[in-house]
Structure formats: C-alpha cells, structure tokens
Nanobody, 114 residues
Framework: QVQLGESGGGLVQSGGPLRLSCAAS????????MSWYRQAPGKERELVAT???????NYADSVKGRFTISRDNAKRMVDLQMHSLKPEDTAVYYC????????WGQGTQVTVSS
C-alpha cells in the first residue's frame, strides 16, 4: 500500500533554513507527481509545491524564491528545501501523491519563531 513519511520539521528562527524530506513506498514513485502541502492552525490545507514525474516544478506564490522542491527517484524521496523562513510559514507540512486518490503522510511540524 502507498505510504508516505515526512521528516525534518522543527523549530527555527525567522530567516533560517530547514529541509523536509518525504520517503515514499508502495507505488511506482518515478511515475507520479509529488507535492508538499501545509496546514496552519485554523486554516485550510494549502498546496506549497509540486514536482512532476518529469521534474517540472510549481510553487505557491507565498513561497516562490524561498522554497525548492526536489526528488530522488532512486531513493524514492522528495525534499522541500526552505530558506528565509517567516513566522507565517509555521504549519504542519504534509507530503502528498495522487494515485487514484490522494495519499498523505502523517505530517511534520514546522515552527518559525519571530
């Protein structure tokens, strides 16, 4: 079955970097687009970044120029490198794949202190 596992979250000061990783299993990883979403307290889950199976990328306007999504098909991993973090980036970050339906990891908390 499809399984996604995020890691790398934590507490970071405003302006700092953080790198999130997602390990995937249970499907042909190289064939699918992978995405990162986030959900802040009291807000809806929002799309942060997507990388397609051909390595095309898309970003939410709020993170363009600060976040970079990448994938390693051999390791079945998708990463989110975050720079210049802001307090408004504080959220639980989720890895996502859509294979007949949406699959989610358990999420990893990112807290940015001001």
């Amino acid at each position: 079955q499809v399984q996604l596992g995020e890691s790398g979250g934590g507490l970071v000061q405003s302006g700092g970097p953080l790198r999130l990783s997602c390990a995937a299993s249970g499907f042909t990883f190289s064939s699918y687009a992978m995405s990162w979403y986030r959900q802040a307290p009291g807000k809806e889950r929002e799309l942060v970044a997507t990388i397609t199976n051909t390595d095309s990328t898309n970003y939410a306007d709020s993170v363009k120029g600060r976040f970079t999504i990448s994938r390693d098909n051999a390791k079945r991993m998708v990463d989110l490198q975050m720079h210049s973090l802001k307090p408004e980036d504080t959220a639980v970050y989720y890895c996502n794949v859509r294979r007949f339906r949406a699959y989610w990891g358990q999420g990893t908390q990112v807290t940015v202190s001001s």
